[in-house]
């Protein structure tokens, strides 16, 4: 089973802080995605990545960055966390693929920033 | 662009009530359709797919059936159980990128 593992399922921070969220799969699988999840407004694509080395925007990337540096591994970086960005995050990867195909999730790292 | 629309919950039954969570899509070119459940405390996983019109997916006595004409994906059981008190989320891969559309989400709480 492909298992997608998250460093931490619950984080608290200080506004101005920089917040690192790790996301590691065992599935070498090639894209790997970070969503932020908010009760009323689901899941919005923060960034994605279709291989080492490369990301994408996506709907709202602003005040995240991420790395690639290795396959496997997918971060989420926060540059200067503030209150707003409390929230779900959640990691995904997928099987670079020809055909739709299923996503797997992480179980979710709840950041609150005070 | 791209959208999900699906109803505003909580839906609350009984055990063994009829279910279903209604899901409509906007999308401009032959998307496929997916319902994603999240159980407390989890991340989300995948309940069932189809990828193309008049396709039905089903899995753990749920189904939806991909309809083009109304651009919809309704979730359905027949019968629920109190296992299966969670949100659940309709989405939509455009079928060029591997990027998901997802619904607001639908909490569903199940009482015996």
């Known amino acids: 089973d492909v298992k997608v593992t998250q460093s931490s399922r619950y984080l608290v921070k200080r506004t101005g802080e920089k917040v690192f969220l790790e996301c590691v799969q065992d599935?070498?699988?090639?894209?790997m995605f970070w969503y932020r999840q908010d009760p009323g407004l689901g899941l919005r694509l923060i960034y994605f990545?279709?291989?080492?080395?490369?990301?994408e925007k996506g709907d709202i990337p602003e005040g995240y960055s991420v790395s690639r540096e290795k396959k496997e591994r997918f971060s989420l970086i926060l540059e200067s966390a503030s209150t707003n960005q409390t929230s779900m995050y959640l990691c995904?990867?997928?099987?670079?693929?020809?055909?739709?195909?299923?996503?797997?999730f992480g179980p979710g790292t709840r950041l609150t920033v005070l | 662009g791209d959208s999900v629309t699906q109803m505003e919950g909580p839906v609350t039954l009984s055990e063994e009530a009829f279910l279903t969570i209604n899901c409509t899509y906007t999308?401009?070119?032959?998307?496929?359709l997916f319902w994603y459940v999240q159980y407390p405390g989890e991340g989300l996983q995948l309940l069932l797919k189809a990828t193309k019109a008049d396709d039905k997916g089903s899995n753990k006595g749920f189904e939806a059936t991909y309809r083009k004409e109304t651009t919809s994906f309704h979730l359905e059981k027949g019968s629920v159980q109190v296992s299966d008190s969670a949100v659940y989320f309709c989405?939509?891969?455009?079928?060029?990128?591997?990027?998901?559309?997802f619904g607001t989400g639908t909490r569903l709480q199940v009482f015996p």
């Open positions: 999308a401009t070119g032959y998307p496929s």
């Open positions: 995904a990867s997928i099987l670079q693929r020809t055909g739709p195909d299923t996503q797997y």
């Open positions: 599935m070498d699988h090639e894209n």
């Open positions: 990545s279709y291989d080492v080395k490369m990301k």
């Open positions: 989405a939509l891969s455009d079928g060029y990128t591997d990027k998901l559309i």
